[in-house]
């Protein structure tokens, strides 16, 4: 009971630390970029990285976390196809409009049940594919207007969709097969994340945006949001680790739409953005979506759990039985002596009441 509470209770956190690290950032780098001007994203996303990888640095030689080293094939991979995955997500939104980056973002999720189901054998139950369509519609309905398709565009939205989607399920797989923490795997990754954005986002950032990132004037400002962008960027890499790690890739987008919802209601609020009963409906439906799911999965997971419960008691039992000579004696020693067979019986049914 203690384990199955602790486990809710870092889960439940986790959630809430993803969401209000992810609103956070995403209203100071709405400020930075909109209001200051630094509009090179996939740099700042590399500065992000390096001071997280710094920031746990610290963390480990003060030893709140052991160092776990394992398979470095396995984390340069990972690493790297992660710093490619935020690249290509950043060319997608520069090379196609809001509205069909918008539908870049929903096709991560049916693309992720997809990889799962297939290489994974993982299965998703009819409750929760249809709480995922009611939440992919209502974020749909919230989000997307225009939808202009252009070939270049629609090729880099594939491959950002296909490489965030094997992304995250490594996040998650890795943490289980190799049995290491999120901040373990985080700590690892980070430097080949940020190694492969900082070489290639003046680049990116460049051909996005026609400036150059090393060119740009930094006024006392524009640095004061850059290094508080950073450091709030700490607590959102940390959390999404460790989102995908406790629950699954598929959850994590779930909480991705649910901080969409957020940030235009704040950005309503805050910064007095457009806002239309379009939004508001299209963010009660997600809503619902994302109860719907919120329900099926818990269910699912305790109904599951029952079931290991009962078949571990069920082998413990079956243990016993094998285990016990004076059943073995009583069912297959061949015992003829009345007196001896009741003295066994006698035994049988003390035991089964001390049981």
């Given at each position: 009971?203690?384990?199955?509470?602790?486990?809710?209770?870092?889960?439940?956190?986790?959630?809430?630390?993803?969401?209000?690290?992810?609103?956070?950032?995403?209203?100071?780098?709405k400020?930075?970029?909109?209001?200051?001007?630094?509009i090179?994203?996939?740099?700042?996303t590399?500065?992000?990285?390096?001071?997280?990888?710094?920031?746990?640095?610290?963390?480990?030689?003060?030893?709140?976390?052991e160092?776990?080293?394992?398979?470095?094939?396995?984390?340069?991979?990972?690493?790297?196809?992660?710093?490619?995955?935020?690249?290509?997500?950043?060319?997608?939104?520069?090379?196609?409009?809001?509205g069909?980056?918008q539908m870049?973002?929903?096709?991560?999720?049916?693309?992720?049940?997809?990889?799962?189901t297939?290489?994974l054998?993982?299965?998703f139950?009819?409750?929760?594919?249809?709480?995922?369509t009611?939440?992919?519609?209502?974020?749909?309905?919230?989000?997307?207007?225009?939808?202009?398709?252009?070939?270049?565009?629609?090729v880099?939205?594939?491959?950002?969709?296909?490489?965030t989607?094997?992304?995250?399920?490594?996040?998650?797989?890795?943490?289980k097969?190799?049995?290491?923490?999120?901040t373990?795997?985080?700590?690892?990754?980070?430097?080949?994340?940020?190694?492969t954005?900082?070489?290639?986002?003046?680049?990116?950032?460049?051909?996005?945006?026609?400036?150059?990132?090393?060119a740009?004037?930094?006024?006392?400002?524009?640095?004061i949001?850059?290094?508080?962008?950073?450091?709030?960027?700490?607590?959102?890499?940390?959390?999404?680790?460790?989102?995908?790690?406790?629950?699954?890739?598929v959850?994590?987008?779930?909480?991705?739409?649910?901080?969409?919802?957020?940030?235009?209601?704040?950005?309503?609020?805050l910064l007095h953005?457009?806002?239309?009963?379009?939004?508001?409906?299209?963010?009660?439906?997600?809503?619902?979506?994302?109860?719907?799911y919120?329900?099926?999965c818990?269910?699912?997971g305790?109904?599951?759990?029952?079931?290991?419960?009962?078949?571990?008691?069920?082998?413990?039992?079956?243990?016993?039985?094998?285990?016990d000579?004076?059943?073995?004696?009583?069912?297959?020693?061949?015992?003829?002596?009345?007196?001896?067979?009741q003295?066994?019986?006698?035994?049988?049914?003390?035991k089964?009441l001390?049981a």
């Amino acid at each position: 009971m203690g384990e199955g509470g602790g486990f809710q209770l870092g889960t439940v956190g986790a959630l809430s630390l993803s969401v209000v690290s992810s609103v956070s950032i995403v209203i100071c780098n709405k400020a930075l970029m909109s209001s200051l001007g630094f509009i090179f994203a996939t740099t700042l996303t590399s500065w992000h990285l390096l001071v997280t990888f710094c920031s746990l640095h610290v963390a480990l030689l003060m030893k709140l976390f052991e160092h776990k080293p394992f398979d470095r094939k396995a984390v340069m991979g990972f690493g790297v196809l992660n710093g490619i995955s935020i690249g290509l997500l950043n060319l997608s939104l520069g090379f196609n409009s809001v509205g069909f980056y918008q539908m870049t973002k929903l096709a991560i999720i049916p693309c992720t049940v997809f990889l799962e189901t297939v290489f994974l054998a993982k299965k998703f139950s009819r409750s929760i594919q249809l709480s995922l369509t009611i939440l992919l519609l209502g974020v749909g309905i919230a989000t997307v207007t225009d939808l202009q398709l252009n070939l270049l565009g629609s090729v880099l939205s594939l491959l950002a969709v296909v490489t965030t989607c094997i992304a995250q399920i490594m996040t998650n797989t890795i943490q289980k097969k190799f049995k290491v923490s999120s901040t373990q795997l985080l700590y690892q990754s980070a430097p080949y994340q940020a190694l492969t954005l900082f070489v290639s986002g003046p680049f990116l950032d460049g051909l996005l945006t026609n400036q150059n990132v090393f060119a740009f004037n930094y006024t006392p400002q524009v640095l004061i949001f850059i290094v508080l962008s950073c450091l709030i960027s700490v607590s959102v890499n940390f959390s999404t680790f460790l989102v995908i790690g406790k629950t699954s890739p598929v959850t994590y987008q779930v909480l991705g739409h649910l901080k969409t919802c957020l940030v235009l209601a704040f950005g309503y609020v805050l910064l007095h953005d457009p806002f239309s009963w379009r939004n508001i409906f299209g963010i009660l439906v997600a809503i619902v979506g994302m109860v719907f799911y919120s329900y099926f999965c818990t269910t699912e997971g305790q109904q599951k759990a029952r079931e290991a419960s009962s078949n571990v008691l069920q082998i413990s039992q079956v243990k016993d039985v094998e285990s016990d000579p004076l059943i073995r004696d009583e069912t297959g020693a061949g015992i003829n002596d009345d007196g001896a067979a009741q003295t066994a019986q006698v035994w049988s049914s003390n035991k089964d009441l001390h049981a």
